[in-house]
Every structure is written in structure tokens, then in C-alpha cells.
């Protein structure tokens, strides 16, 4: 060191390092505003904070009814409830036992999301199913029958082609079961703590009914929360594909009366009159006339199915 620098530039600098060193201590350190921060403040999700899962909910809802009756011959009502946010274990808490538990996979999201139909419901959709009234649910100890499980597993088929339709605005999804349960102790795909939106819908038809759930883990939604924020009403061209799909979904579910028209050779009055128990009328069975709503749509001719009475399609009449 002896060296390089001389005494007096040592001294120097050993100096201004002490200064520095001082005038650091000296100063008053920044005052910052303190702001307190609640974690359970967070485990709820307003509704509002993602108005594009509202419209998402809205256009499963609608699809879902158009399911019900196509199922059930049925109108039932189907309402959305405010999507919430809270952990897995407590949604847990909130499960009867037994429950009709499905998880999901929804390619190409990651995670899965249960589907929960509560007992009330299910009950609800065998009355339907098979007629009659099934009267006040017994839920404590039932475990669903074969008969019982056939319903629920038709039910559900309509309602994954629904949340994907739903979802199509915002992500093509692509749901498919990967597991089922009834006792929501068994679920070991979650930890406790693991945050859940879920989603859930009222469905009814003559004052009684149940809900359904929707529980999407939270980490699933997060790549997709700056489309959820925004909304999906800003994008026209998806708004006129929306009402163009629920349209054409609305008009195929329409049921027409079908009817069939078979020509004959005119009779006077006095023949019609003369007309007696075993008489044979002979028709034209080469002409006859598929009709919906009175109007003729195909040509056909008569066939004979298994020993019955059948019409075998020839063409459509053009328009």
C-alpha cells in the first residue's frame, strides 16, 4: 500500500469512508404508511371482480335448461347464484353426504373441477325420469342405485357438452370424467388450503329441486383472469356467435308434430254412404306425404317394420 498511495491520501480516504459511514447513521430513516393486511380478508371472491365467468355462468345456464328438457320433457328453472371463493376444506364442510361428486379434467386447462349435485337433485331427476313422486329425500345412509346412477350418468354426458359450451368464447375446453364420488370425505385430489371458485346453479320444477356446483380450482382460472376481468361482451363478433349458437340450439330443441298423409281415389257420396263393416278402400301408397306442423317437408312410401305400420323416407320436397 506504501506504494501506491502516500500517507496523507490513506488518511484521506479513510476519512470519507467514516464520514459516509456517519452521515448514514445520522439520517432519519423514510416514513412509510403502514397498511394492514387481513389473509382471511381474501377467502371471498365479489361478485362483479370477473364479469366474463358471470357471462360464462349465464350461457351454461341457458344451455342447461334447453338439456333439461330434452331429457326430462320438462321446463325447469335454472338461476345463478354469486360465484364465491373459499378453500377447499371448506367447501368440503358444506357437502351433504352422499353428494353426486364428478371431477373433471378440462384440457387444455390444468387441474380439475368438481361437479357436485346434491341428493335432493338427483331424487328429483328420477321422478322425472320414470314418473310418479319419489316424496321427501331420504339422504342420511342413501347410496345411490343402479337405476338411480343411469340417470345421473345420462345427466351428465348433457352436462359436459354444456360447460363446454358455455366456455367456448373464452377457451375451447374439452371436458371428460376422470373420477366419481359420493362421501366428500373420499376426495384426496385437493389440499385443505387450496383456493376454489365455485359456481353454483338453483334448478327446480314444481317447488322442488337442488343445486348443482361448479368448483374450478383457482389456480385453473389464473392464465385466463385478464378475459375474465374483461368480460366477453366487448368482443362483438363473439356476442353474434353466442346468440347465433343459442339460437339454432333453441330451434333444434322445438318440438313439431309429425304427420303422415295418405292419398286415396275420390269417392262419390253415394259410395261413401254405401260403405259397410270389412269394405276395402284402396290408396296409393306411392304418394304419401311426411308432414311437421301440417307442412309437407318429405316424400315417402309405406313399409312394413317388423310387422308394423312404418314410413320409409324417398326425398324432401323442395321448397
Known amino acids: 500500500m506504501q506504494d501506491l498511495l502516500s500517507q496523507e491520501e490513506i488518511d484521506a480516504l479513510l476519512h470519507g469512508v467514516e464520514g459516509a459511514f456517519s452521515a448514514a447513521d445520522d439520517a432519519e430513516p423514510e416514513q412509510r404508511e403502514v397498511v394492514p393486511y387481513e389473509l382471511s380478508g381474501h377467502r371471498s371472491l365479489q361478485r362483479g371482480a370477473w364479469p366474463g365467468l358471470e357471462l360464462v355462468n349465464e350461457r351454461f345456464a341457458r344451455q342447461l335448461r334447453s338439456s333439461l328438457f330434452k331429457l326430462f320433457n320438462v321446463e325447469m328453472a335454472v ?15 358444506t357437502l ?16 380439475k373441477v368438481l361437479l357436485v349435485l346434491d341428493t335432493h337433485l338427483v331424487f328429483k331427476f328420477v321422478e322425472l325420469f320414470f314418473g310418479g313422486s319419489s316424496g321427501p329425500a331420504r339422504i342420511a345412509g342413501h347410496q345411490y342405485t343402479a337405476l338411480e346412477q343411469r340417470v345421473i350418468d345420462l345427466f351428465l354426458t348433457e352436462v359436459g357438452e354444456n360447460i363446454a359450451y358455455a366456455w367456448r368464447p373464452l377457451v375451447a375446453i374439452e371436458p371428460q370424467q376422470t373420477g366419481a364420488e359420493t362421501l366428500p370425505r373420499s376426495l384426496s385430489d385437493f389440499s385443505p388450503d387450496e383456493p376454489l371458485v365455485v359456481c353454483s346453479f338453483q334448478l327446480g320444477e314444481g317447488g322442488s329441486g337442488g343445486q348443482l356446483q361448479l368448483a374450478l380450482p383457482y389456480l ?19 356476442a353474434s356467435t353466442y346468440w347465433r349458437e343459442n339460437l339454432h340450439s333453441s330451434i333444434q330443441a322445438t318440438r313439431v308434430t309429425m304427420s303422415c298423409s295418405v292419398n286415396s281415389e275420390p269417392l262419390s257420396f253415394r259410395d261413401v254412404l254405401n260403405l259397410d263393416v270389412g269394405d276395402i278402400i284402396p290408396l296409393d301408397s306411392s304418394s304419401v306425404m311426411l308432414q311437421a306442423n301440417k307442412r309437407a317437408l318429405y316424400r315417402a312410401s309405406l313399409a312394413d317394420l317388423s310387422g308394423g ?11
Open 309 to 319: 305400420l312404418s314410413v320409409q323416407l324417398q326425398g324432401r320436397i323442395q321448397q
Open 220 to 238: 385453473m382460472l389464473a392464465p385466463l383472469q385478464d378475459r375474465l376481468e374483461n368480460g366477453l361482451a366487448s368482443n362483438a363478433d363473439t
Open 96 to 111: 351433504n353426504t352422499p353428494s353426486s361428486i364428478t371431477l373433471l379434467s378440462c384440457a387444455p386447462l390444468t387441474g
Open 79 to 93: 338461476s345463478v347464484d354469486a360465484h364465491q371463493r373459499i378453500s377447499f376444506e371448506d367447501f368440503q364442510e
